[in-house]
């Protein structure tokens, strides 16, 4: 039990390039400096490298004898549009944009991998080092995959990782199953007819059918879904109107839906849109709702996290491995990646004294220390999948 030595020894070195990272944000697919800093880092590895899939996506190809097995591991590189309240030296360079999700860690703990594993060359078949644009809601996984990623790239198995700050530093979650939830947006328009404050007979009022809207929606979850499924609607925006003796033409109603299967999704799509029809309709107004699935539930393979459990476990010894988490209401869009190869999402804890800030918080940092551990995880994943001389599993 422990970590990887040779990737312990480079602590330092990945330590200045998450930095780097968190310093320089850029927003989902416009990652250029990213993507150039991943390709000449692969490169300098002696690593293939293919650019431009998904738009600024990077892929690293490593090859050992002539097995066909293959792995993929994957991280993730967009910042988010939040203006950084911390002050130290490293914090944006750019205002507004900020690696507030810890995705400066995730590329840079795959690269620790790659630069161990180019140097060490300890397995037999190939590594696909993914690294993907544009988690953060809009559609890097999915431009990766239509670009042919797995085509190009096959895979057998599919790992990827995400920093956890409520777990403690060291700490790894990897569970079977539904681990995060399907996540989509709704926006309603309700068109009514505007006019004098005064005289509201002579208008159709969209506020009085938006709120009668928003109360009804409460009645989804609590009265469509079934017990045992979870879910959560919120309405999040309800824009309408900009004077005090104007009754508006019209009123938008935003929010969000999470659950955990795709059929409840659906369910909850059916009811909104019937609620809305239904309720504009008996106040002579008319609703148009769009509801736009921006997530797919992660599922985990069993398999693929029993293996990356006890991965996991080989490096932080059984205490310090959580092989069953409840799902979080989070989304994530390796779904996307999950549906096509079977893998696993793993967790890996952030949280000491000095790390305690949640994910998407102005004042987040990723922790430094856990880039051994999840460097550690990819490469120690890869050693055992593709052991050499096993062929294989
Ligand atoms: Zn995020
Ligand atoms: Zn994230």
Partial sequence: MAL????VATQDEMKRWRRDLHAHPELGFTEHRTADFVAEKLASFGI?????????????VLKVGNETNAVGLRADMDALPIVEENGFEHRSRHAGRMHACGHDGHTTMLLGAARYLAATRNFRGQVN?????AEEGIGGARAMIADGLFEQFPCDVLFAMHNAPALPLGEFGASPGTVAAAGAFFDIDVRGVGGHGAFPDLTVDPIVVGAELVTAIQSVVARN??????????????HAGDAYNVIPGTARLSGTIRTFSLDVMQLIERRIRAL??????????TAAVDVRTIFHPVVNDAEAAGFAADVCESLVGANRVKRKLPPGTGSEDFSFMLEKVPGCYVLLGGKDDAHTAALHNPGYDFNDDALVYGASFFASAVERRLRAGAGGR
């Fill in 276 to 285: 809305a029809n239904g309720i504009a309709e008996a106040h002579g107004a």
């Fill in 4 to 7: 990887i030595d040779d990737i």
């Fill in 129 to 133: 080092f993914i690294f993907q644009p």
């Fill in 225 to 238: 879904v079934r017990p045992a499924d979870a879910a959560v609607v919120s309405v999040t925006q309800f």
């Fill in 48 to 60: 293939e490298v293919f650019r431009g899939i998904g738009k600024t996506g990077v892929v690293g």
